[in-house]
């Protein structure tokens, strides 16, 4: 019942993350004089989301895009206004780059389906769903943190995604009730 019940609330997150794409925008040119950077010149998007826990944990969308715009929305502990800033677009590039060397592209959609990659899985413990969006390749995956074999890497550039976009300006904290 338990293991039915998170398919399905895992099922409903990637949903609601491909739903929160943005629009594709025309492909850019390349700098006069220069290349893109390798690899990201394709890629539209890069989102991650973070849901709440038996807890504390605050839940949170941010959508980073190639022209260094940044937008960021929480939705607990209660549905705040979007912020916006903007980043440089090599950060972009960067963080773009940062999906081969977590792994990103071999990872399962769903991690804590995958006993191999998750091991055993607590419950009540929060998920990240980060999604690279391009018209060549996309990819999202979802990282259960109840899972018993942590994925460096991954969680390292999620921590990094968080950290370029400036999360931690906005973020407000659920009080413990």
């Known amino acids: 019942m338990i293991r039915s019940a998170r398919t399905l609330a895992s099922a409903a997150l990637l949903l609601l993350a491909a739903a929160c794409q943005p629009p594709r925008p025309a492909p850019a040119a390349a700098p006069e004089g220069g290349a893109a950077a390798a690899g990201s ?18 839940a949170y969308r941010v959508v980073l895009r190639p022209s260094g715009e940044v937008r960021f929305r929480q939705s607990w502990p209660d549905s705040l206004p979007e912020h916006r800033a903007t980043i440089a677009p ?82 407000v904290t659920p009080a413990h009730r």
């Open 41 to 58: 010149a394709a890629v539209d998007s890069l989102v991650l989301m973070r849901t709440r826990c038996f807890g504390t944990c605050p």
């Open 90 to 171: 090599a950060q972009f590039n960067a963080l773009v780059a940062g999906a081969d060397a977590a792994g990103f592209w071999a990872l399962p959609t769903l991690m804590a389906e995958n006993t191999g990659v998750c091991g055993m899985a607590r419950t009540d413990s929060p998920t990240t769903v980060v999604g690279v969006y391009g018209a060549a390749r996309t990819h999202v995956v979802e990282d259960y943190y109840g899972c018993t074999r942590i994925p460096g890497p991954l969680r390292a550039w999620e921590a990094r995604i968080d950290s370029v976009a400036g999360v931690s300006r906005w973020l």
